[in-house]
């Protein structure tokens, strides 16, 4: 399953550095990926500052 979920996110989140697959879910009717990012904060989409809580909407 590990080599899996790790797969699934290199064809997935290319792109996306921090992300952690948690779960994979597939059944006849959908495929359900369950992740998480890794990092403690991001950068605010609006002001540009570093956060580990959403301080705008």
Do not use: Q, Y
């Not at 080599?3 to 290319?14: G, Q």
């Not at 550095?17 to 948690?22: E, H, K, N, S």
């Not at 059944?27 to 540009?48: F, H």
């Amino acid at each position: 399953m590990e080599e899996t979920t790790l797969r699934l996110k290199e064809l997935l989140f290319p792109s996306i550095a921090d992300v952690g697959v948690l779960s994979v879910d597939v059944n006849n009717e959908a495929i359900r990926i369950e992740v998480r990012v890794t990092t403690t904060g991001s950068s605010c989409p609006d002001c540009g500052s570093w956060s580990s809580r959403v301080h705008s909407s």
